[in-house]
């Protein structure tokens, strides 16, 4: 069996089985690896140690047939990266695609690199139904490029979606602030807004985070029940379970009285915010999101929405019965405090 030598390094001999053998080894191993292996090898040692060993290999690119010259390391390492891509490496088939549609990783695009759109489709499509996340960021880009025959709107924001699925950073930012610029079409869009955003903060995305401290800043103010919340007992939780509930969110939330006693707590539980709208209720209020920061406020969410199952709104009565039930608990709490 021959031996195969990077060039400029003959103390570093690799003995590969076959020609595709050591170039699928050097794709799994990490791309990058493999990239800087292909492109310092030379391509008639590697034709001709598979050769040895009775693997036909692949044919020669009509430029690498004519030239007798040593191979350049770009021209090896683009037919390298198209064998690992075409064996089903989906790492080189993203490298690939990002190298025929002429961008890098984060879809920026490169100075002076020739463009083909429509094999760079193939190869990233291929990488992203392999769960490339960078692929499908990429798609989206190529897909909102004037110069692509392909260009679709609708396609860009769909790869742009399988890529945020896939926990890509800067496709959640972008699916957020879509989303957030859609909100008007449909009030509910400012939900998933803050459920992308949210995620892209997760990951220390820094526009992310600022935009959620912009769209949904902490609340701040109306700590009416903060302190009541503090002289909650077990008995009066008996007592009245769904005002003290009421009360346990009004504190950790910053709702007021109003929010806290018309809130419909199990409609307005999002996962990563509560949605507070009781304008039908209540004609001066406006709908706001809060989002849910903290695993207390989690898991008081959690036991509401538990709590309030299977109970109508019959069972509290109206805006006037619950305001009237809690100034009367609550005048019962000052004269118990001033009593001790």
């Given amino acids: 069996m021959g031996r195969l030598y990077l060039r400029g390094s003959a103390s570093l001999p690799l003995s590969p089985p076959t020609a595709l053998h050591w170039l699928e080894r050097a794709a799994r191993q ?33 430029a690498l047939a004519q030239s007798a010259e040593p191979v350049r390391p770009a021209a090896v390492e683009d037919e390298g990266l198209a064998l690992a891509a075409a064996a089903g490496e989906s790492a080189a088939q993203l490298a690939l ?28 499509t291929q990488a992203g139904q392999q769960g490339q996340a960078d692929a499908w960021f990429a798609l989206a880009r190529i897909y909102m490029n004037g110069g692509c025959s392909q260009r679709s709107a609708a396609a860009a924001q769909s790869c742009l979606e399988r890529a945020a699925h896939l926990g890509h950073a800067q496709a959640q930012l972008e699916c957020g602030m879509h989303a957030w610029r859609q909100r008007r079409e449909d009030e509910q869009h400012d939900v998933r807004a803050l459920y992308w955003l949210q995620r892209a903060a997760a990951q220390g995305c820094a526009p992310a985070h600022a935009a959620l401290e912009r769209l949904a800043p902490p609340p701040a103010g109306m700590a009416w029940a903060a302190q009541l919340a503090q002289h909650l007992s077990g008995e009066q939780a008996a ?34 915010c509560l949605v507070v709208d009781i304008r039908a209720l209540y004609k001066r209020s406006r709908r706001r999101l809060v989002l849910v920061r903290t695993g207390r406020q989690r898991q ?37 405090l001033l009593a001790a």
Wanted: hydrophobic share 45%.
């Fill in 30 to 62: 990490g791309l990058d690896e493999a990239r800087l292996l292909i492109g310092r090898a030379n391509l008639q040692d590697l034709r001709s140690i598979a050769a040895s060993d009775g693997v036909t290999p692949p044919p020669a690119t009509p």
């Fill in 97 to 124: 695609g990002l190298l025929l549609a002429g961008m890098d990783r984060e879809g920026r695009r490169v100075p002076g690199a020739a463009v083909q759109f429509k094999r760079a489709i193939r190869w990233l």
């Fill in 239 to 272: 007592r009245q379970p769904l005002l003290v509930a009421r009360i346990e969110l009004a504190a950790l939330f910053h709702l007021s009285r109003a929010e806290a006693l018309l809130l419909d707590v199990c409609a307005a539980d999002q996962g990563h």
């Fill in 300 to 336: 008081a969410l959690d036991r509401a929405v538990r709590l309030f199952e299977g109970h109508g709104a019959a069972v509290e009565g109206n805006y006037r019965q619950r305001l009237y039930r809690l100034k009367t608990w609550l005048a019962r709490c000052d004269s118990a």
